[in-house]
T-cell receptor, first 115, second 115 residues
Framework: GAVVSQHPSRVICKSGTSVKIECRSL??????MFWYRQFPKQSLMLMAT?????????EQGVEKDKFLINHASLTLSTLTVTSAHPEDSSFYIC???????????FGSGTRLTVV | SQQGEEDPQALSIQEGENATMNCSYK?????LQWYRQNSGRGLVHLIL?????REKHSGRLRVTLDTSKKSSSLLITASRAADTASYFC???????????????FGAGTRLAVHP
């Protein structure tokens, strides 16, 4: 089946540094990918939609200069958390849409801890 | 943004019992999807029900949809300890400006099945 590979699975970084998270579609082309953030025991909140070859679309309240998204190819989207702070510590998950009835496929997530 | 609420927020049952989770949503939908998330992991698509369907089965899963009440339920029969996970409903919202669909999640139900 269609697989989205997300790396790294865990990352610890120092406050003020930047972290890049990669999301690759392994056996299909994803013109659109979605980035979610999930705090403990909460639901997934859509942060932004990544479109191949164009600018990402950010949800209300998400800082586009802080969460940089690049979708340079049909198989790779990246999320860079710039100048990370402890409050950015969260679980970040990417997703790509498949045709019905499969719905959407998700990466395995990245646990970001900012110390 | 979240589409709606799910109840209960947490459910604890014994193996062999049935588990029922409910989801409400706010906007008109083409379909509603249910996903499962093991702790700290990505999401797995369970089942999709279209707006013109009222009930759908897949193995031990039974999903109902009531579009007049904007609600859905997920029933897991004869639960097993391995069913312990969080379960989320999600609906597709069309983003008019971008011309694509976004998947928006409900709050989720944390299910614990005890041996």
């Amino acid at each position: 089946g269609a697989v989205v590979s997300q790396h790294p699975s865990r990352v610890i970084c120092k406050s003020g540094t930047s972290v890049k998270i990669e999301c690759r579609s392994l056996d299909f082309q994803a013109t659109t990918m979605f980035w979610y953030r999930q705090f403990p025991k909460q639901s997934l909140m859509l942060m932004a939609t990544s479109n191949e070859g164009s600018k990402a679309t950010y949800e209300q309240g998400v800082e586009k200069d802080k969460f940089l998204i690049n979708h340079a190819s049909l198989t790779l989207s990246t999320l860079t958390v710039t100048s990370a702070h402890p409050e950015d510590s969260s679980f970040y998950i990417c997703s790509a849409r498949l045709g019905a009835p499969s719905g959407y496929t998700f990466g395995s997530g990245t646990r970001l801890t900012v110390v | 943004s979240q589409q709606g609420e799910e109840d209960p927020q947490a459910l604890s049952i014994q193996e062999g019992e049935n588990a029922t989770m409910n989801c409400s949503y706010k906007t008109s939908i083409n379909n509603l999807q249910w996903y499962r998330q093991n702790s700290g992991r990505g999401l797995v698509h369970l089942i999709l029900i279209r707006s013109n369907e009222r009930e759908k089965h897949s193995g031990r899963l039974r999903v109902t949809l009531d579009t007049s009440k904007k609600s859905s339920s997920l029933l897991i029969t004869a639960s097993r300890a391995a069913d312990t996970a969080s379960y989320f409903c999600a609906t597709v919202v069309f983003y008019l400006s971008g011309g694509y669909n976004k998947l928006i999640f409900g709050a989720g139900t944390r299910l614990a099945v005890h041996p």
